[in-house]
């Protein structure tokens, strides 16, 4: 079966912009959770969701957000980009929320890196 | 929060084994993780252990958990350059939660 799709795979912008990030779940996954990935910092959880609704959230900047679509389908967007906003944007999808009985193993994309100059 | 804590890097022989360290403090954790990066990749599981298990082992791979220290380890026996990658533990509360990734580099 098809994994974990992002688009865009890279992608340069510069400070002050904004961008969008896209991320097709495995086809009966109904979770979503958004990771940054940067040198020395690991995967910083940036949120999850479920059935359409935002169920957890990082310590990220309200200028991260996200959604979530009927088909499962999300989207991440930053606005006003910062330098330090470059990094890896990961997204896993899962069949049940973060902390549901039983295994639940997540399954990555391969990642959008966003470069902000 | 949670907080899952690993070394940096990690340096063997090729044929050696390798031991990547885990530390957590969630100790409500009922499963914990290890993920594997390859470059240019994203997570690939690796496997996991449920808490009350003190070890499982999986061909080459070994994870031993001591639950009363929140220690949790992956031993790769015979390791090989193709094992070289970035190795990150994780565990679930209320979200997922994963350490700052060991990159193990094999020395051919």
């Known amino acids: 079966k098809a994994g974990v799709t992002q688009t865009p795979r890279y992608l340069i912008k510069t400070r002050g912009q904004q961008v969008t990030l896209s991320c097709s779940p495995i086809?009966?996954?109904?979770?979503v959770s958004w990771y940054q990935q940067t040198p020395g910092q690991g995967l910083q959880f940036l949120f999850e969701?479920?059935?359409?609704?935002?169920?957890n959230k990082g310590n990220f900047p309200g200028r991260f957000s996200g959604r979530q679509f009927s088909n499962s389908r999300s989207e991440m967007n930053v606005s006003t980009l910062e330098l330090g906003d470059s990094a890896l944007y990961l997204c896993?999808?899962?069949?049940?929320?973060?902390?549901?009985?039983?295994?639940?193993?997540?399954?990555f994309g391969a990642g959008s890196r966003l470069t902000v100059l | 929060g949670e907080d899952v804590e690993q070394s940096l890097f990690l340096s063997v022989r090729e044929g050696d084994s390798s031991v990547i360290n885990c530390t957590y403090t969630?100790?409500?954790?009922?499963?914990l993780y290890w993920y594997k990066q390859e470059p240019g990749a994203g997570l690939q599981l690796l496997t996991y252990?449920?808490?009350?298990?003190d070890m499982k082992q999986d061909q080459r791979l070994t994870v031993l958990l001591n639950k009363k220290d929140k220690h949790l380890s992956l031993r790769i026996a015979d390791t090989q350059t193709g094992d070289s990658a970035i190795y990150f533990c994780g565990n679930t509360g209320n979200q997922f939660y994963f350490g700052t990734g060991t990159s193990l580099t094999v020395i051919p």
């Open positions: 969630d100790s409500s954790s009922t499963y």
């Open positions: 896993a999808s899962s069949l049940e929320l973060a902390g549901a009985s039983g295994a639940n193993v997540l399954t």
């Open positions: 252990i449920f808490s009350n298990m």
């Open positions: 969701y479920f059935s359409e609704t935002q169920r």
């Open positions: 086809s009966g996954h109904r979770s």
